[in-house]
């Protein structure tokens, strides 16, 4: 029986090269990507209009690569769960009135929650359309030549390579306990814990022979890539264009 392996979306299949020539290179993109989230985190946490203001960005980035808004919009609803209950905590945290909103008293704690929710939409917005458009091996690629550390990039290339074994085996062990389960039985907590477990050491076990099948075939623990090369003025203008855009929102907002 064929088991169902991870499909990307077309757009990722595509993987439009939009952003690249637009920053320079894969590099300066992910340099501006950074300075950009810098720039998002450095807001004071009660000043919710100036973060709305960087929205703007991933806005720019989503139309200028074309991605489609509701692959990103897909993607924000499946982390806005573990965002909010992030954010619930500063509800009880801060309950110093700052303000009112048609008879409504908004707390310091309710102020700042909007502010982390708002803060983490707009950067995971920003990196996704970053993402989309870039294949991962070039993001590697781009991260060495800014001199990370080669261990780091070899584990994420392997990662990225090899998560469709970990998503095989959780499969497989998905459809084993519905055919020996009937309604809820055998989906208790316990019971998934323990399946939990079990599939963690299964894909230990099934990382171990793929090392070895990668040794015994020459793997040198590091994926060469190309050498590093200088910064050109184009990606030199791009970051430094966009500094100064990120700068001069901080200080007129």
């Known amino acids: 029986m064929m088991m169902k392996k991870f499909c990307p979306t077309d757009f990722e299949q595509r993987a439009p090269d939009a952003l690249s020539p ?64 992030m954010a619930a905590g500063n509800l009880s945290l801060d309950r110093t009135p700052v303000g009112s909103l048609s008879g409504f008293i908004i707390t310091g704690g309710v102020l700042s929650a909007m502010v982390i929710v708002a803060k983490t939409m707009i950067s995971v917005a920003a ?41 095989e085996e959780a499969l497989a062990m998905k459809r084993a306990r519905d055919i020996r389960s009937f309604g809820r039985k055998g989906k208790e907590l316990f019971r ?14 099934r990382a171990e022979r793929v090392y070895r099948s990668m040794s015994a075939r020459g793997f040198g623990r590091a994926l060469r890539v190309q050498p590093a090369e200088k910064m050109t003025f184009a990606e030199w203008r791009s970051v430094g264009l966009s500094s100064l855009l990120f700068v001069a929102l901080r200080l007129l907002f």
Not at 57 to 78: D, E, N, S, T
Not at 140 to 166: F, G, K, N, W
């Open 22 to 85: 637009l920053f320079g290179s894969d590099r300066s993109t992910l340099l501006v990507t950074l300075l950009f989230l810098f720039s998002v985190l450095s807001v004071p946490k009660f000043n919710l209009s100036e973060v709305m203001v960087f929205a703007a960005w991933p806005l720019f980035l989503i139309g200028a690569a074309r991605v489609p808004a509701g692959v990103i919009a897909k993607r924000l609803l499946q982390l806005s769960p573990f965002v909010l209950f």
């Open 192 to 205: 998934t814990a323990l399946l939990i477990g079990s599939l963690l050491l299964r894909t230990t076990n």
């Open 127 to 167: 990196l996704l359309s970053v993402t989309l458009c870039t294949p991962f091996y070039r993001i590697c690629r781009a991260l060495e030549t800014l001199h990370i550390p080669e261990v780091l990039i070899t584990q994420l290339m392997l990662l990225d390579r090899y998560r469709s074994l970990l998503e």
